[in-house]
């Protein structure tokens, strides 16, 4: 009976977290500006189903939201950004981060973001960056400046997750045992 306990909580923690995601997906399509910035918060759920529940709870949040933002956002590439890049890295940096090798999880890291940029730059370029007149001009700027704000993006989501842990799980742990 508590196995069974213990798989609904974390089944149950990845679906509120989905929803939590499809309604702040939902305002960034509604929202002319900081469309990336509510894209990238709607990615902090899938880190916060990976620390309290576990990679599986995360995997679950970030395929759920990805498949209902596809579905039922009226702005698609809102929601591949969310399934190419901010809902699918914190699985992507969980599974770096548990080698305790710094080296390594940069480079880890950074070939995922690449791997990303590339796919976006060469597949979807017409979706995200028709309001962008000189996009193809600075091309050449695209990498370099894109794994300097990566970087930047990369340690401010590490703040986020040292602060999630701290004020929110411990408290929503100490909540069940007590």
């Not at 213990?6 to 929803?19: F, M, W």
């Not at 981060?97 to 080296?103: G, I, V």
Request: aromatic share 16%.
């Amino acid at each position: 009976m508590r196995d069974q306990t213990h798989y609904v909580r974390k089944i149950t923690l990845a679906a509120i977290l989905t929803a939590f995601s499809l309604v702040v997906l939902w305002a960034a399509v509604l929202v002319p500006w900081g469309r990336i910035g509510l894209i990238a918060v709607a990615g902090l759920m899938p880190a916060a189903a990976v620390i309290s529940a576990g990679p599986m709870a995360g995997g679950l949040c970030w395929a759920g939201t990805s498949l209902l933002a596809l579905i039922l956002l009226p702005s698609k590439d809102c929601g591949l950004l969310y399934l190419f890049f901010f809902g699918l890295y914190p699985l992507i940096k969980y599974f770096a981060e548990r080698l305790r090798r710094l080296p390594l999880e940069l480079v880890l890291k950074l070939a995922f973001f690449n791997a990303v940029l590339t796919v976006l730059w060469f597949g979807f370029r017409s979706i995200f960056l028709w309001s962008i007149p000189q996009a193809e001009k600075l091309g050449w700027l695209l990498y370099p400046a894109g794994n300097v704000v990566f970087l930047a993006y990369d340690y401010g989501f590490s703040k986020l997750i040292a602060f999630y842990v701290i004020c929110v799980d411990r408290s929503m742990r100490r909540g069940r045992s007590g």
